[in-house]
Structures are given as structure tokens and as C-alpha cells.
């Protein structure tokens, strides 16, 4: 029996696991495993405020569905067993293949103190130098960009220059869902001080709906954008020559070629797809506003030339001065949690250990401050590269943490194939259920996950916060620190690996980020050095540089000091903007893919929410409505996507945001929450030349409708599986499971499903094979337990009444009752809006038809919808057109 806190005031001081604003959260658990979440009013990122996945992560803390202790060759084992075969295993790989022959692939979120000994027992002691993260899929464009221009990866501002700057870009960038706390410091500086907001995006998102001006950029060609500005700077006298002169080389060559891209206004315009009149805006804008902010995310790094992309933003920014300065700078808004901690500390392939690459002073500093025994002196595999390297059999021993390739990989497949050549396999990860891990590995490490765990992460201002434990290490899960320290103990390494907590690694850490520092490396933490136990449990949340002695630095670079060898900024020249592949007859349609409001990635986590699995409950296509229309697609028909590598079955969604000739698919579902909707395997993956990063938004494909016969629902206490051959998609609600599905039987066909999927229950059944229509409810002892309805493909089933029936099962007495899928009381809210307060499209619109409720301000006062988070201020501006068009 684990014991639990027995002192139920106290809230403890925690960071969100989710994304990289990095919010500060006070946990207060309530004993039972449970725990109630708020925002820290304190913490500088949120003050307070948290976004829908946020507010919902006391939802996801529940052990159903948790790996809970290790697993060797598919049975149970003992801690000992899987260290020991662990160690081994690495050891006999090393010993026949050499150290080459070794890779780990790590994960922006694993914690710092995680990431440090992971990575130094690769390169330093296993002497490999292929150790990659998922953050090459997320942010490598963006280091390699910041590399090039400042001689470091510095992200050079702070969030306040959000609240302070008079002009936010945003490119590539879907803030308004992906970063929902920073963008409500936008909209706040826009009420409070008239900041305008601009939106470069193909897509017209939930971000670009707010837009003061929105830029709906052909696919791939942000660089001619920002190639024609920095044209337009010049020729408008707009520099600032001081600076450029002073802090700033290469100028001439990044003009030269920009000229060559973008000579004019009608060539940018030309090569953008925009309209002139809005280039002439975007560009006069920029010119005559001081303080700009421009922020980058996905649709910059996931490109075939994201570095590119990233140079010519910068150079804009270095042209005219903008950096370093109040509400100035380019700005890169991190993925996940850690993304910028694993960059810290050598997660990718081309960096070594805090902040230093693979010069030979670098090598030797960082060898002698381990005492290496065999240390990595070349860059290593990135990624894409090194998961072909498994599949042409170079590697041979993988050890995969906190991350799910099976599903975010792109040409996820082929992934999955060269995997299953691997000699040994080990997986740590918090369940049992992810892709990656339920396709079986050698060695299967139950890893603490979030509340469980302690050490530090750093968010996209540079700021180190502390994720403090607020419950017990369940089973016999323990931190990736201490398994990747015991597996170095057991191969030998015991005196490298002495380590008793995560803070005696944090100050490892620290210490070699000062270690023959002096000020030639950006990232000092030197203050840091000295923190004891108490110190790093109370440890504040702060800002890199803290060099010691020093005073944490909000903003670098505004008086130059850029960690060149001669202190000076590169403007860098751009190769001339182009998609990877090209679109043809058989394949004529973009397909981008990206993320939805109120789901983190593969869902291991918000998938176990019932208020976040209702907003999107099935896997989707988006679509624009004139191809729709010209394809003969509906709101929620079914249809087939395919690109070279792949086909797959979606749910169509209709959205004029959506540019013709496009689609776009969320990253979410996996294998263990739908039949189809793992879109890993359709998308291509071009690697950028600098970066190594995958071009994971523009792969070309075809798409055409599936015609189903049935769709329907199951709604049951448990997952269930349906047969082989069914589409399906499953999601957490209230008192249970849904499953929304389609299949090409006969309804009588799916009657026969109903004793396997409530097996002992008593059935009541209503058929009408006519109609095609069959329904059944399922009572066990009297008590409700669950549905199955089914009946002819017209668009997605409604199920928002259903649903009300599993969370109160008490109340459904009357078999006619939940054959009539109506609850006895209460009225179904419709598909959810609010997710903090579980505000739905029905009630919104009863509000707005009522005439009370014109407004989302008026909205929110009559139903408190968009008043917490605000994730959903931009769907109810939306909807209060569309209900005064109606
Ligand atoms: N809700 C939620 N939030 C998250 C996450 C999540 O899973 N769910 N994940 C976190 C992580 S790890 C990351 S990396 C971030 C990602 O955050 P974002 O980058 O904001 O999110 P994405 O949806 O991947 O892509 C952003 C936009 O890029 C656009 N885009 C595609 N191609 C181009 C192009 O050529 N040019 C331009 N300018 N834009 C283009 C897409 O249309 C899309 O709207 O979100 C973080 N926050
Ligand atoms: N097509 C396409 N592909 C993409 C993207 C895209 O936009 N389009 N985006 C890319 C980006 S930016 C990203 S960041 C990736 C994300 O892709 P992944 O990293 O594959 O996604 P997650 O679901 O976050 O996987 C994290 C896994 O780690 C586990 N886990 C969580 N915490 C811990 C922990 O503390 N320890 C351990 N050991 N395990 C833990 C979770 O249970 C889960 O299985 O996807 C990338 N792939
Ligand atoms: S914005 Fe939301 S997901 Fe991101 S850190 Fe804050 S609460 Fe977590
Ligand atoms: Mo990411």
C-alpha cells in the first residue's frame, strides 16, 4: 500500500507538463490520488491563469492504463532482471558492433536532470554520439537558425516583450491553441495599449480569426515574405545602421540574395499568394513600428528550410535594430515543456553538453569535466537519419524515453519496420497502452510521470521552474534519471553515476555550464552552482544567464555581444524558397497537419479527460468547402486521404479558413484511440539541410470520399475493441468510454457485436432492419452499463444526449429510457465549446437566440464560457457570426 501526503492543505508549487509557456501550477492532491489544479498566481509565465489542457490535468493523473512495473521480452520482471538485461544487452552490443552501433531517442519531455545523465552516459561513457530527440521534429530549425545568426542558440527576449510590444507576428503559429496562455498576454496587450496583431499562416486558424491582419502565405515561401521586407527596409531607409555596423556582419550577402528572392512588392506578393494591398500593409507596418515582436513556431521550424525561414526573420530584426530591446525581437515559442532544457543540455545529436558543440576544445572541456572514459568526438545521427540507420541495420540497440516515434515519426511505417530489426530494444515511458510501447520491446522501464517526479524544466523565455512530486511513485515506477543512473551503474560507471536525487544532477549540470565559461558561452548557471537540497526545493523560477555573482539577464543582445568568435551577428543569405516535393495530377492537394485546442500529441495523457475529448472527439480532415463541394464531401462524411506512402480514413470537416487546394489532419490519434487516424505514416519528412528537421506540413495528396453504410456509437464504462474492418475513434467521457464508429455490414451484423461488448449483461433491444437501424442498452444487475446504436451514414451520429446517460447511470431506470438515448433529466450542452466550464454549442446558441447573449463578453457573463482560460474566445467570436448570419 502506498501512503499518501496526509496534509491536504498545503498546495504544492508545480509547472504544466503541456507546452512550452511553461505555467506554474498549485497542485493540492486530495488523498486518494486525486488532486484539485489552479494556476500559481505567482509564476511569471501565467500569473495565475491556465489554458483548458491545463485546468484538466487533475483528469489525467489516474493510474488506469499506467505502465507500473518492468517488463522483460513481454512477462513481468523484477527491477534487477530489467537493469541487469538492460546493461547487459547495451553492453554485448557494444562489444560485437562498437559504440556506432548504440542510439537513444530522447524527448522534450523528460525533465533536465533526466536529459543530462541520459545524454552523459551516451556520449561520454558509451562513447555513441547518436542521442536525438523528438525536439528535432519541433524545434532543431529554430537552434540551428539561432546558431548561424548569434553563434549560440539564444532565444534573445522574454514574455514581456509580448505585453509590450506594439506589434505581435505571428508566423507559422497557431497560438491561440498551441500556446493559449501567451496569446491571452497578446490579446491583453491588444485591449490595454492597441497592439496590432498579424497572422502568416496558410491556414486562417483560431490565431489567424483574430488577426488585425491576416496573411494566408502559399505554403512554404515565409522567406520570400521576409526576404521582400528586408528589401523594403532597405530601400524605405528604414535600418539602423548604427547597430548593423556595430553588432552585425554579412549584411551585403543577405541582401544580395534577398533582392535575388524578392526584389519588390509585386514579386513578393506574386510568389506569396497574397494580395499586393496586404504585402504593402505587412511591410509598412513593420517599418513604421519600433517595438515588434515576431514569434515562429511549426509552420517555420517544420519545413525543408526552416533555417532559412528562422534567418530571414532574424534579419529583419537585425537590420533595424529590434533585439534585445522592450517588446522587440524574433521570437521562437517552444513546443514542449523542455524542449529548451534537452537544447541545454546536449539532447540533439550536434550538440555536445551545455551548449557546446563538437570542436575539439569543446570535446575535451566536457571529457574532462566527466571523466569520460570513452567519449563522442563526431556529431551524431539526427533523427530522420537515424531511424533509416536502424533500418539499414547500422544500428542495433535503441533506448526510446518519453516519446512515441511509432506515431510522430514522419513515414511512421517505415519506423515501425526498422524498429523490428533492432537487436535490443528498450522503451521507458508512464503507460502501457502508447503505440510504441504496446508494439513490445525487449525492455519496458515504468517511468514516474508527471506529480510523481521531481527536477526542472525550461520554458521559451529561458526560464529553469521546478516540477515538484505531489504524490507517491505508483507501482514500482521510478524517475528516468534514476533508471538511465542505475543502467550506468550496472555496465560500470558507478563513480560517474553516484547520483541519490535530481538535485545533486542539477548541480552537476550547472556546474559545467560555468565550467571554463567566462562569458564565452550563452548559457551560465553559475549562480546556480552551490544550491543545496533546500535551495533547489525552493529554487524560484529564473532566467539563464545567471552567471555567479551575476543578476539573471531578461533580454540579450541589445548592445550586441552575440557568442560569435568576433561578437558579431551573421545576416544570413537564404536559398530561395520551395516546397520538397511537388504537387501532380494524382496527388494535387497540400496536406498539413498539426494540432487541435484540447489535445496533447498522442493523447496518453489528455486522452484520459472527458472535458478535453469532447471538443474533438473523432480524427478529422479539413477541408475546404468549394473543394468539398466539388468532391462531393459533407460535414462529416467519411474520407479516404492518401499520399505516396499511405492511406488512411477520416472524418471531413468543412472550414472556409482552409485554402483550396489543402488539407489539414491533427497529429493526435493513434493506433490505441482510433483504427485510422494515425497520420505519421502519410507524411513525407523532407529534412532540412542545416537542421535535419522533417517537413511534416506540406506533403502532397489525394483525397476521396469512403462511403460507409453505418455509422454508430458505443458509450461503455471500458475501452472496447470493435471488429477488424470497423472505422473507429474512441474518447473519454463522463462515466466511461465512447466510441464513435462506421462499418459497411448490416445493422443486424452489428447487433451481434452486443454480447461480446457487455458480456454477462442483460440486453434490451429495439430493431428495425428496414431501417437499418439497430439499438441495444446493456443492464447488469439492474444497474445501466452501457449502448450500442447503430443506423444508416448520414454524417457523424448524434451522441451528445447519449452520452448524459453514462454519466448518471442511476438515474437511467427505464430500459425505454436508454433506448430513446434521451436522459431523464438535464438537456445535452451539444459538441463542447467551453472546456473549462463544459459550455456547449447548444447553450451558446439558446443564449445568442434568446437575444441575451450578443457578445463572447455577454456569453460568458450569462454561461461563464471563455471566462477562465480563453481558449475559446476566438470559436465563440466565430459562432456569434454565424448565429447573426443565421
Ligand atoms: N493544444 C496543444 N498545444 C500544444 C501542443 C499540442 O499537442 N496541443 N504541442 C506543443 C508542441 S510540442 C509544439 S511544437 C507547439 C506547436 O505549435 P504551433 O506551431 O502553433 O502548432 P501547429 O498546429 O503544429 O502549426 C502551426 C501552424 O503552422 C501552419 N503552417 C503550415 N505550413 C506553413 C507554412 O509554410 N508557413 C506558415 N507561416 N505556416 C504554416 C499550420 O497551418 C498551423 O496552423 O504546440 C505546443 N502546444
Ligand atoms: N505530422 C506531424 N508529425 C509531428 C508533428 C507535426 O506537427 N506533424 N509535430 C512533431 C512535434 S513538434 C513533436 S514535439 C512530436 C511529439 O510527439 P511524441 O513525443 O511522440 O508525442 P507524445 O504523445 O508527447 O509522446 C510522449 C510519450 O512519453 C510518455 N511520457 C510522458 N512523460 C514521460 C516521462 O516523464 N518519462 C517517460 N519515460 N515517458 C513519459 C507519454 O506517455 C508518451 O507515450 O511530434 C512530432 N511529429
Ligand atoms: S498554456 Fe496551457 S498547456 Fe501551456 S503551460 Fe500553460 S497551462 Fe500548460
Ligand atoms: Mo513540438
Redesign the pocket.
Known amino acids: 500500500m502506498t501512503a499518501y501526503p496526509t496534509d491536504l492543505g498545503a498546495p504544492v508549487r508545480t509547472t504544466c507538463p503541456?507546452?512550452?509557456v511553461g505555467c506554474g501550477v498549485l497542485a493540492r492532491p486530495d488523498g486518494t490520488g486525486g488532486v484539485s489544479i489552479q494556476g500559481d498566481p505567482d509564476h511569471p509565465a501565467n500569473f495565475g491563469r491556465l489554458c483548458s489542457?491545463g485546468s484538466a490535468l487533475g483528469e489525467t493523473v489516474g493510474l488506469d492504463g499506467r505502465l507500473l512495473h518492468p517488463v522483460l521480452q513481454g512477462r513481468r520482471a523484477s527491477w534487477d532482471e530489467a537493469l541487469g538485461a538492460a546493461a547487459s544487452g547495451l553492453q554485448d552490443v557494444l562489444d560485437r558492433h562498437g559504440p556506432d552501433a548504440v542510439a537513444f531517442y530522447l524527448s522534450g519531455q523528460l525533465l533536465t536532470e533526466d536529459y543530462y545523465v541520459a545524454n552523459k552516459l551516451i556520449k561520454g561513457f558509451i562513447g555513441s554520439p547518436h542521442v536525438d530527440t523528438n525536439s528535432r521534429l519541433?524545434m532543431s530549425s529554430s537552434v540551428a537558425g539561432h546558431k548561424r545568426a548569434f553563434g549560440s542558440d539564444t532565444v534573445p527576449g522574454c514574455y514581456e516583450d509580448l505585453d509590450e510590444a506594439d506589434l505581435l507576428i505571428l508566423?507559422?503559429?497557431?497560438?491561440a491553441?498551441?500556446?493559449p496562455i501567451l496569446f491571452r498576454r497578446m490579446l491583453d496587450n491588444r485591449t490595454r495599449r492597441g497592439a496590432k496583431i498579424i497572422v502568416?499562416?496558410?491556414?486562417r486558424?483560431a490565431t489567424g480569426d483574430e488577426a488585425d491582419l491576416f496573411l494566408p502565405?502559399t505554403?512554404?515561401m515565409?522567406t520570400a515574405l521576409f526576404c521582400g521586407l528586408l528589401v523594403h527596409l532597405v530601400e524605405t531607409d528604414a535600418l539602423d545602421r548604427a547597430y548593423l555596423d556595430a553588432h552585425t556582419s554579412d549584411f551585403e550577402a543577405a541582401l544580395s540574395r534577398s533582392r535575388a528572392i524578392a526584389p519588390d512588392l509585386a514579386t513578393t506578393a506574386r510568389l506569396t499568394g497574397l494580395p499586393k494591398s496586404d504585402v504593402a500593409s505587412f511591410f509598412t507596418l513593420f517599418r513604421n513600428t519600433g517595438r515588434v515582436v515576431t514569434c515562429y513556431?511549426?509552420?517555420?521550424n517544420q519545413?525543408a528550410q526552416g533555417t532559412d525561414k528562422v534567418g530571414a526573420i532574424i534579419n529583419c530584426h537585425l537590420a533595424t535594430g529590434r533585439i534585445g530591446r522592450p517588446g522587440m525581437g524574433p521570437f521562437s515559442?517552444t513546443?514542449?515543456p523542455n524542449a529548451m532544457g534537452g537544447r541545454e543540455v546536449g539532447g540533439l545529436a550536434n550538440m555536445l553538453a551545455a551548449h557546446m558543440g563538437f570542436a575539439p576544445p569543446d570535446i575535451d572541456r566536457v571529457r574532462r569535466f566527466w571523466d569520460a572514459s570513452r567519449m563522442a568526438e563526431t556529431e551524431g545521427l539526427k533523427a530522420v537519419a537515424l531511424f533509416d540507420a536502424i533500418d539499414t541495420g547500422r544500428i542495433k540497440a535503441l533506448w526510446v524515453m518519453a516519446t512515441n516515434p511509432l506515431v510522430s515519426m514522419p513515414d511512421a511505417d517505415r519506423v515501425a519496420r526498422a524498429l523490428a530489426k533492432l537487436e535490443l530494444l528498450i522503451v521507458s515511458d508512464n503507460v502501457a497502452s502508447s503505440d510504441t510501447v504496446a508494439r513490445g520491446a525487449d525492455i519496458l522501464f515504468p517511468a514516474a510521470a508527471w506529480g510523481e517526479k521531481d527536477g526542472t524544466v525550461t520554458n521559451s523565455e529561458r526560464r529553469i521552474s521546478r516540477q515538484r512530486a505531489f504524490l507517491p511513485l505508483p507501482g514500482e515506477a521510478r524517475p528516468d534519471w534514476w533508471i538511465v543512473s542505475e543502467v550506468a551503474r550496472e555496465m560500470g560507471f558507478a563513480a560517474a553515476f553516484p547520483y541519490r536525487s535530481a538535485a545533486e544532477i542539477f548541480r552537476e549540470h550547472a556546474a559545467l555550464t560555468a565550467f571554463e565559461n567566462e562569458g564565452a558561452r550563452d548559457l551560465d548557471l553559475g549562480a546556480l552552482v552551490a544550491l543545496d537540497q533546500d535551495g533547489y526545493d525552493a529554487l524560484a523560477p529564473v532566467q539563464w544567464p545567471v552567471p555567479a555573482g551575476g543578476a539573471e539577464a531578461r533580454r540579450l543582445f541589445a548592445e550586441g555581444g552575440f557568442f560569435t568568435l568576433d561578437g558579431r551577428a551573421r545576416l544570413v543569405p537564404p536559398e530561395p524558397p520551395k516546397l520538397a516535393a511537388s504537387l501532380c495530377d494524382t496527388y494535387p492537394f497540400w496536406l498539413?497537419t498539426?494540432?487541435?485546442?484540447?489535445?496533447?500529441?498522442t493523447m496518453t495523457r489528455t486522452g484520459k479527460s472527458p472535458r478535453l475529448g469532447s471538443h474533438r472527439p473523432v480524427p478529422f480532415v479539413e477541408v475546404n468547402p468549394a473543394d468539398a463541394a466539388r468532391l462531393g464531401l459533407s460535414a462529416g462524411d467519411l474520407a479516404r486521404v492518401s499520399t505516396t506512402s499511405g492511406s488512411t480514413v477520416l472524418e471531413v470537416e468543412i472550414h472556409s479558413g482552409q485554402a483550396p487546394g489543402s488539407l489539414?489532419v491533427p497529429i493526435h490519434w493513434s493506433r490505441d484511440t482510433s483504427s485510422d487516424g494515425r497520420i505519421g505514416p502519410l507524411v513525407h519528412g523532407f529534412v532540412d539541410p542545416h537542421s535535419g528537421q522533417p517537413e511534416t506540413?506540406?506533403t502532397p495528396a489525394a483525397i476521396a470520399p469512403e462511403p460507409m453504410r453505418l455509422r454508430g456509437f458505443v458509450l461503455s464504462r471500458g475501452p472496447v475493441r470493435l471488429a477488424e474492418g470497423t472505422w473507429w475513434a474512441r474518447a473519454a467521457i463522463a462515466g466511461g468510454t465512447g466510441t464513435l464508429f462506421a462499418a459497411h455490414g448490416t445493422a443486424r451484423e452489428i447487433a451481434e457485436w452486443a454480447p461480446d461488448l457487455f458480456p454477462g449483461a442483460d440486453l434490451a433491444e429495439y430493431v428495425d432492419a428496414r431501417a437499418d437501424v439497430y439499438r441495444c442498452a446493456a443492464f447488469s444487475e439492474g444497474r445501466f452499463k452501457g449502448v450500442l446504436f447503430v443506423g444508416p451514414a448520414d454524417g457523424r451520429p448524434q451522441w451528445e444526449a447519449a452520452k448524459l446517460l453514462l454519466a448518471r447511470p442511476d438515474e437511467v431506470e427505464d430500459r425505454r429510457v436508454a433506448l430513446s438515448g434521451k436522459p431523464p433529466g438535464g438537456q445535452p450542452t451539444g459538441p463542447l465549446v467551453c472546456a473549462c466550464f463544459g459550455v456547449g454549442l447548444s447553450a451558446i446558441r439558446e443564449a445568442i437566440a434568446s437575444g441575451g447573449a450578443t457578445t463572447p463578453e455577454a456569453i460568458g457573463v450569462a454561461l461563464r464560457a471563455g471566462t477562465n482560460c480563453g481558449s475559446c474566445l476566438p470559436e465563440l467570436r466565430r459562432i456569434v457570426v454565424q448565429e447573426a448570419v443565421a
Open positions: 503541456y507546452c512550452g489542457k519541433c508566423v507559422g503559429s497557431n497560438a491553441w498551441c500556446h502568416v499562416d496558410p491556414r486558424s502565405v505554403p512554404g515565409d513556431s511549426q509552420g517555420v519545413s515559442l513546443g514542449q498539413n498539426g494540432r487541435v485546442r484540447d489535445h496533447w500529441h489539414f506540413k506540406a
